[in-house]
């Protein structure tokens, strides 16, 4: 992934087993514009997955946030196993995640 924030409206940011992704200075932002079906984050096992955040501005040290009207029914689920590295806060205020 290039530098830079990816925003997500609904839907899934999936990232499969077997899969390789990689980004310096990225941001991943789920959310909603609707206010309901927030967008969340699935990376399943076996995918390798290195991603740091920004290091400068306002999303600095971020490298996924999700909206805090997310409800808790929302679930994102992060099993990449030993070959998930991310770099910066994970910030899911209201959410499970897995």
């Known amino acids: 992934m290039n530098p830079g924030t990816y925003i997500i409206d609904r839907g899934v940011f ?4 077997g899969a390789r992704v990689t980004g310096v200075g990225v941001t991943i932002i789920l959310t909603s514009s609707t206010g309901a079906n927030y967008a969340t984050m699935t990376i399943n096992d076996s995918a390798v997955v290195n991603l740091t ?3 400068s501005g306002s999303l600095s040290g971020l490298v996924v946030f999700q909206g805090r009207a997310a409800t808790s029914s929302t679930t994102n689920t992060l099993n ?18 897995s």
């Open 53 to 55: 955040a920004q290091t």
């Open 14 to 17: 999936r990232i499969n087993g």
């Open 80 to 97: 990449g196993g030993s070959g998930q590295t991310l770099v910066g806060a994970l910030y899911f205020p209201n959410t499970q995640v």
